[in-house]
């Protein structure tokens, strides 16, 4: 059951509800300010991303345990002259 002083309270935020045009909110100030700090975040991460994507190195690299299988056959050993 709800006493009369919330009562009293709830009737004047409906008053003020019943002011607004639900055709003309828009998001305000606040929303511009998120979506900007968002917006910058993105650049910022795309700056980022782009740094460290030109510090690769996209050729491989053969391993040194692991040779390439095409390597030419061993060489024969040398006579021995005497």
Sequence with gaps: ?????????LTHFVTLADSFDKDKVTPGVLGFIVFA?????VWLLMKSMNKHMRKVDFEETPEDGKADTTAPAAAAPKPKTS
């Design 37 to 41: 700090v968002i917006g910058g975040a």
């Design 1 to 9: 059951m709800m006493s009369a002083t919330s009562t009293l309270a």
